[in-house]
Each structure stands twice: as structure tokens, then as C-alpha cells.
């Protein structure tokens, strides 16, 4: 009952020194409120970018790695040897056979092959620039292929390398604008193909990273109808393994260790001898760009310190003035039994009060800035942020104040109660 009549009282307190120089009070949180608005807007933006970057890689799964030719980014850092990389085989079928065959720390795992810039016809109608996949078996359990309408393909029709073909949702908009595409036949390099289903909208990401919406999904088999994915350095197209790992391996490094040592035992390497082919992880290249984003951070750190070091002073001299103004008040308290702590709780939570009240319209300024469009960029001020600015703005408060707090805990009752 104490500690709650303490804290009612210092609230009843903090209110009146509130509202008894509105003007001063808010010139003097000025400086939290802006210093918060400063550091959580940058904070709150720097988080949303790094999610909006990570989520525009979320085309290449999760817990997925990725044997290839190419390194997603430079190996080792600094940088990219693409002389070196660019002699490198091409991962072949074999190899991705042998890998099946011994891997044990896999859920799955997907041959499969890209190539840009297609036309997909269906009579009159077409649709350029369109990316087209060959797909081997496992592809939909590494990557999130959400059908809208028809079905994912039989394990029969990717070995044998049936003429079947999953769109992406704008494809199938643009081919067939007012009937359903499911069981119709399209032209892939004057090949005919069975749509069999439709991909989900997805939507632009805000990297403009490749998009469901306008990629088509054939066999692997069959797309080497179409083109030529041998083993060979000058290959135009390269095709590349998507291995998923276990639940229970933690950062992937037991099924990268075992990759690591199957593929070079697979191409013969002898141990002093450099990798001749590529273990690569999304995060990787969301980790790359991302890290650009801490030096803004720390801009916005030093602007927001000065502004709430401003608005410290502001409050450490609110704190005096009341001091001063309650210098009887606090003797009565104390000639009637009040410790010194009671007092200086008090004083200590009125600035810390005060400060908060800076730090909450801060945050709400913060607020509003998520509410302007940023096109593909969506801005969330998240919980993290908000305990952040609400934490910060209490030790601004708890430091502007302890020192008033201090002086009025030391007072000497019977010179509290005389003064003027």
C-alpha cells in the first residue's frame, strides 16, 4: 500500500509540474521527443529495409543450400574472382545423383536449372521476358511453389520428362485472360506443354527480385529439350543442387561439411587443391546488403543523442524548479515521517514521468511515419523499437533527475519548512 501511495503521489506531482508552465515543460521535452523520433525512425526504417531485403530472398527457401558454379558473393570477401569461378565445371546430373545417394543430413533435395527471357504462346496470344525453370524431383519441397489452381507434377512426369508446365499467375493471366488455363496446352520454343497448374499471386518484392508471377515450371528432363546443361566450362545455362537440411542441424554446417566432402571426393581433389565449385546460402547475400544499413544506425544514434541530451538539461532544470518551488512542502513531509527515499522516489519518478511523456510523442511521430506509402518498402514500427525508445527515454529521465532528486532527499526539514 506504501509503494502504490508513493507512486500515486509522485504521479499527482509530476501532473501539476505538467500543467503548471505547459510552455516550459514542452520546450523541455522538445529535445526527448525529437531525439527519439530521431533514433527510433532511423532504427524502425533500417530494421523494415533489412526484413524487406530478407523477405525478397525468400524466392530461394529456407534452410537451403546451394551447390553451383558461381559463389552468390565474393568467397573469403573483398574480391570477386570471376576468372577463377568462371573455370569451374558445371554441376551435372551424376554429381547430383552421387550426392542423393550419400547425403544423410538432407530432407530434400532438387536438381534444377534456370533460364531468362522466354516467350510462352498460346495461339495468338504471348507473353515475352519470362523466366522458365526446369524443375527436378523434390523442387517444390526446397522452394514455396503455392498453387492457385491445378496440381504440382507426378514424379512420373519428371523423369520421363513429360511436356507439363506450372505458370506463374501473371503468365496465366496473360494467356488466358478469361478461361481457365488447367488442361489447356501452351508453346515453349514451338514445343507444345499441358498446363497442369497456376501459381499463387506473389507480388513485387521490394529488391525486385525474381517473382513467381512471371516464371514457368517444366520437368528437368524436359527443359534439356529445350537446352543444353552439360558439365562443361562454356555452357550458357548451368544447372545447380538445392539441398535442405534437418531441423536438428543447427546453421546448416553438418550438411555443408558433408556436401563439402562428398563433392571433392566426387571430382577427385586432392587436399591442398582449392574447391572447384560453390556451397551458397541466401542469407548470405541478405547479410551482405543488409550490413550497409549499421552505419545509418549510428547517424541516427548521434543525432538522437544530442537532441535528448538537450532535452535532458531541459528536464534536470524542470526538476530544480520544482525542487525549489515544493522546498516547504518537502519539509512538512519529512517533520511527519518521510525518508529520504520517499523523496527522492519521487522527484526521480516525476522526471522520469516527464521524460516519458517526450519519448511517447516521439514514438507516435514514429507511428505516423509508417502510416506514408513507401511504394514496396513497408515500414513496421515493431514492439522491439518501442521498448527501446520507452527504455531510453526512462535512464534520460532517471539521469536528468537524480541529482534534484538528490538535493531534495538531503534537505534539512526544519530549513525546508522556514524557506520562502
Same mark, same amino acid.
Given at each position: 500500500?506504501?509503494?502504490?501511495?508513493?507512486?500515486?503521489? /509522485?504521479?499527482?506531482?509530476?501532473?501539476?509540474?505538467?500543467?503548471?508552465?505547459?510552455?516550459?515543460?514542452?520546450?523541455?521535452?522538445?529535445?526527448?521527443?525529437?531525439?527519439?523520433?530521431?533514433?527510433?525512425?532511423?532504427?524502425?526504417?533500417?530494421?523494415?529495409?533489412?526484413?524487406?531485403?530478407?523477405?525478397?530472398?525468400?524466392?530461394?527457401?529456407?534452410?537451403?543450400?546451394?551447390?553451383?558454379?558461381? +559463389?552468390?558473393?565474393?568467397?573469403?570477401?573483398?574480391?570477386?574472382?570471376?576468372?577463377? #569461378?568462371?573455370?569451374? +565445371?558445371?554441376?551435372?546430373?551424376?554429381?547430383?545423383?552421387?550426392?542423393?545417394?550419400?547425403?544423410?543430413?538432407?530432407?530434400?533435395?532438387?536438381?534444377?536449372?534456370?533460364?531468362?527471357?522466354?516467350?510462352?504462346?498460346?495461339?495468338?496470344?504471348?507473353?515475352?521476358?519470362?523466366?522458365?525453370?526446369?524443375?527436378?524431383?523434390?523442387?517444390?519441397?526446397?522452394?514455396?511453389?503455392?498453387?492457385?489452381?491445378?496440381? #504440382?507434377?507426378?514424379?512420373?512426369?519428371?523423369?520421363?520428362?513429360?511436356? *507439363?508446365?506450372?505458370?506463374?499467375?501473371?503468365? &496465366? @493471366? &496473360?494467356?488466358?485472360?478469361?478461361?481457365? +488455363?488447367?488442361?489447356?496446352?501452351? @508453346?515453349?520454343?514451338?514445343?507444345?506443354?499441358?498446363?497442369?497448374?497456376? !501459381?499463387?499471386?506473389?507480388?513485387?518484392?521490394?529488391?525486385?527480385?525474381?517473382?513467381?508471377?512471371?516464371?514457368?515450371?517444366?520437368?528437368?528432363?524436359?527443359?534439356?529439350?529445350?537446352?543444353?546443361?552439360?558439365?562443361?566450362?562454356?555452357?550458357?545455362?548451368? /544447372?545447380?543442387? =538445392?539441398?535442405? =537440411?534437418?531441423?536438428?542441424?543447427?546453421?546448416?554446417?553438418?550438411?555443408?561439411?558433408?556436401?563439402?566432402?562428398? *563433392?571433392?571426393?566426387?571430382?577427385?581433389?586432392?587436399?591442398?587443391?582449392?574447391?572447384?565449385? /560453390? !556451397?551458397?546460402?541466401?542469407?548470405?547475400?541478405?547479410?551482405?546488403?543488409?550490413?550497409?544499413?549499421?552505419?545509418? $544506425?549510428? &547517424?541516427?544514434?548521434?543525432?538522437?543523442?544530442?537532441? *535528448?541530451?538537450?532535452?535532458?538539461?531541459?528536464?534536470?532544470?524542470?526538476?530544480?524548479?520544482?525542487?525549489?518551488?515544493?522546498? +516547504?512542502? !518537502? $519539509?512538512?513531509?519529512?517533520?511527519?515521517?518521510?525518508?529520504?527515499?520517499?523523496?527522492?522516489?519521487?522527484?526521480?519518478?516525476?522526471?522520469?514521468?516527464?521524460?516519458?511523456?517526450?519519448?511517447?510523442?516521439?514514438?507516435?511521430?514514429?507511428?505516423?511515419?509508417?502510416?506514408?506509402?513507401?511504394?514496396?518498402?513497408?515500414?513496421?514500427?515493431?514492439?522491439?523499437?518501442?521498448?527501446?525508445?520507452?527504455?531510453?527515454?526512462?535512464?534520460?529521465?532517471?539521469?536528468?533527475?537524480?541529482?534534484?532528486?538528490? *538535493?531534495?532527499?538531503?534537505?534539512?526539514?526544519? &530549513?525546508? !519548512?522556514?524557506?520562502?
Amino acid at each position: 500500500m506504501l509503494a502504490l501511495r508513493l507512486v500515486l503521489e /509522485s504521479f499527482s506531482f509530476a501532473w501539476k509540474a505538467l500543467k503548471s508552465n505547459i510552455l516550459r515543460t514542452i520546450l523541455s521535452l522538445l529535445g526527448v521527443t525529437v531525439g527519439i523520433f530521431a533514433i527510433i525512425a532511423v532504427l524502425t526504417v533500417v530494421d523494415s529495409l533489412e526484413k524487406n531485403i530478407k523477405d525478397s530472398f525468400n524466392f530461394l527457401g529456407t534452410g537451403v543450400l546451394y551447390v553451383n558454379k558461381w +559463389p552468390f558473393v565474393p568467397e573469403g570477401g573483398g574480391e570477386f574472382k570471376w576468372w577463377e #569461378y568462371w573455370r569451374r +565445371p558445371t554441376p551435372s546430373v551424376n554429381e547430383f545423383k552421387f550426392l542423393q545417394a550419400n547425403l544423410k543430413n538432407q530432407s530434400a533435395m532438387a536438381i534444377y536449372a534456370p533460364k531468362g527471357n522466354n516467350v510462352i504462346r498460346k495461339d495468338n496470344n504471348s507473353i515475352g521476358q519470362i523466366g522458365l525453370r526446369g524443375a527436378g524431383l523434390g523442387y517444390e519441397n526446397i522452394f514455396e511453389i503455392n498453387l492457385d489452381q491445378g496440381r #504440382y507434377f507426378t514424379a512420373d512426369e519428371v523423369e520421363a520428362g513429360r511436356n *507439363m508446365v506450372i505458370m506463374g499467375f501473371e503468365v &496465366a @493471366k &496473360a494467356l488466358f485472360p478469361d478461361q481457365s +488455363p488447367i488442361g489447356e496446352f501452351v @508453346k515453349i520454343r514451338n514445343l507444345k506443354f499441358k498446363v497442369v497448374g497456376v !501459381i499463387k499471386r506473389q507480388g513485387q518484392s521490394f529488391l525486385g527480385t525474381p517473382s513467381n508471377d512471371y516464371t514457368t515450371i517444366i520437368p528437368y528432363n524436359s527443359f534439356r529439350k529445350l537446352y543444353q546443361t552439360g558439365t562443361g566450362t562454356w555452357n550458357e545455362l548451368q /544447372s545447380m543442387f =538445392g539441398v535442405k =537440411g534437418n531441423e536438428y542441424d543447427i546453421g546448416l554446417v553438418e550438411l555443408e561439411n558433408e556436401i563439402k566432402g562428398l *563433392m571433392r571426393t566426387r571430382r577427385g581433389l586432392r587436399p591442398g587443391q582449392k574447391d572447384n565449385f /560453390s !556451397i551458397n546460402r541466401p542469407e548470405a547475400i541478405a547479410n551482405a546488403i543488409s550490413g550497409l544499413f549499421d552505419i545509418v $544506425g549510428m &547517424a541516427g544514434w548521434v543525432i538522437g543523442g544530442f537532441s *535528448m541530451l538537450v532535452g535532458g538539461f531541459g528536464i534536470a532544470n524542470i526538476m530544480f524548479v520544482s525542487v525549489k518551488e515544493r522546498t +516547504p512542502i !518537502i $519539509g512538512l513531509q519529512k517533520s511527519l515521517g518521510a525518508k529520504n527515499y520517499f523523496i527522492l522516489f519521487q522527484f526521480l519518478f516525476e522526471a522520469v514521468f516527464l521524460s516519458l511523456i517526450g519519448g511517447l510523442a516521439g514514438l507516435v511521430l514514429v507511428y505516423l511515419l509508417t502510416l506514408i506509402p513507401f511504394g514496396s518498402l513497408e515500414v513496421v514500427l515493431t514492439v522491439k523499437n518501442v521498448v527501446l525508445g520507452l527504455g531510453v527515454s526512462s535512464v534520460i529521465g532517471l539521469v536528468a533527475g537524480i541529482v534534484p532528486a538528490a *538535493m531534495a532527499a538531503r534537505l534539512d526539514p526544519v &530549513a525546508a !519548512i522556514r524557506a520562502n
